[in-house]
């Protein structure tokens, strides 16, 4: 139902695009896109989330001025985009829906996606 993509390897500095496109039916149920992350031995975090309808936005601290969820409603589909990227932003990266109104880059989630990974090095 959620697909991510965009997941790679990249050198400290570069950036990168994450995608999460999700079913039209699930997408007009969800008022709130999700990014979380998970680094190997450490609890997933909540890095940013996107309110569907009005564009609000929210971000953990560590990655406010480097990262920009945003949404394309027309394609169903949440972005994270990643600049300035740090080795310690090397995390499996999920994304995720809630029908609730998001109001903190984390939260509840009721769909998740598989994954993508994302390598700074």
């Known amino acids: 139902q959620l697909v991510e993509s965009g997941g790679s390897s990249v050198q400290a500095g570069g950036s990168l695009r994450l995608s999460c496109v999700v079913s039209?039916?699930?997408?007009?149920?969800?008022?709130?896109m999700r990014w979380f992350r998970q680094a190997p031995g450490k609890e997933r975090e909540g890095v940013a989330s996107?309110?569907?309808?009005?564009?609000?936005?929210y971000y953990t601290d560590s990655v406010k001025g480097r990262f920009t969820i945003s949404r394309d409603n027309a394609k169903n589909t949440a972005y994270l985009q990643m600049n300035s990227l740090k080795p310690e932003d090397t995390a499996m990266y999920y994304c995720?829906?809630?029908?609730?109104?998001?109001?903190?880059?984390?939260?509840?989630?009721?769909?998740w996606g598989q994954g993508t990974q994302v390598t700074v090095s």
């Open positions: 995720a829906a809630s029908r609730g109104y998001c109001i903190a880059p984390f939260g509840n989630a009721d769909y």
């Open positions: 039209g039916y699930m997408y007009n149920m969800m008022d709130c």
């Open positions: 996107i309110n569907r309808r009005d564009g609000t936005t």
